[in-house]
């Protein structure tokens, strides 16, 4: 299998190795292969097709874990100009795996922030797996505090296993943090939009989440924990996080059925990153319509639709 397949695109992966095993027969024996590249092109986009029209929550987990798959910076480059990151939690320290800064979006000024997990080993240890510390979190509540103060709409990518679990975590507020992250977000007088791009874990993705529109990419996933934390609980064994991911209806599509999302966005077939400039097209497209209505909201109302679609969601039985 070729590097970051997965393994159930292990017949995928064959095709294309006999295509590009053909191929460079064909340069160096100077052989015209064309009806047979085609043929095998043909097969491998039908199976490309079936494959990913099928997939299950766990085969979606999977994706949204992709060592390949677009991270936030990468979005940054591709749909906004002008960015400029800020630092530091005016507390402790800055923190890595959470991003943020101002930028210029289609003509307007917007701040992001997202979760940053890391491609080699090195980036991946500096920016902690994507999994924020409190800092992190009061980052970005004093980023939004500002934005909201200038007037500026804020778009957030959620892509993070969760925030992080360290008792050093612990110790600086963790739990506080992405607390009052929740409660200052339902009254930030500007647009909210928040995007699920990979994994959205448990309080380390809420924590940027509470938005006026709720968006995930076809192959994201969000819940209130990972599949293996789940099967851990409930079963005592990591490995049925296959059974906990179809328990917890992990996927975009379940979350959208279930009014916890408000859009889902489509992904190239094989996922988001086998076409980045595809899917933040997509992305550029639906944050821009969303904004467009959004801005155009008194902040009273957008304050007041924001709480109702939260205290929407689930149910509670009183039996007093």
């Known amino acids: 299998m070729s590097e970051g397949s997965l393994e159930f695109e292990k017949p995928i992966v064959e095709i294309e190795k006999r295509i590009h095993d053909l191929r460079q027969l064909a340069r160096q024996e100077n052989m015209d292969v064309t009806d047979e590249l085609h043929k095998l092109e043909r097969k491998a986009e039908k199976l490309r097709k079936d494959i990913f029209s099928k997939l299950t929550r766990w085969q979606r987990v999977q994706l949204a874990r992709h060592p ?119 009254a930030i007088r500007v647009p909210i939009i928040a995007v699920v791009i990979g994994e959205g874990g448990s309080g380390g993705a809420l924590a940027i989440a509470l938005a006026d529109r709720v968006i995930m990419l076809e192959n994201s996933v969000y819940s209130v924990i990972s599949p293996e934390g789940c099967a851990a609980i409930l079963w005592g064994d990591r490995s049925k996080a296959k059974d906990a991911a179809e328990a917890l209806r992990i996927s975009a599509t379940d979350l959208v059925e279930l009014g916890i999302v408000d859009e889902v966005l489509p992904e190239p077939v094989g996922g988001a990153h086998r076409n980045p400039a595809q899917t933040a097209e997509t992305l550029k497209t639906a944050i821009k319509t969303h904004l467009d209505v959004l801005c155009r909201v008194d902040a009273d109302e957008l304050i007041r639709t924001r709480m109702e679609k939260f205290l929407a969601m689930g149910v509670y039985q009183d039996d007093a």
């Open 68 to 186: 390949q798959r677009p991270y936030t910076l990468d979005y940054v480059d591709r749909l906004t100009t002008d960015f400029w990151e800020l630092h530091g939690d005016r507390l402790f320290a800055d923190d890595p795996a959470l991003v943020c800064g101002f930028a210029t979006f289609e003509g307007r000024k917007v701040l992001l922030m997202g979760h940053q997990k890391g491609r080699d080993t090195k980036e991946k240890l500096r920016r902690n797996f994507g999994m924020a510390h409190p800092e992190g979190y009061r980052k970005s509540l004093r980023l939004m505090k500002l934005a909201d103060k200038f007037g500026l709409p804020i778009v957030t990518f959620i892509d993070t296993p969760g925030a992080f679990p360290g008792i050093e975590a612990e110790e600086r507020g963790q739990s506080r943090a992405i607390a009052e992250n929740l409660i200052e977000m339902a």
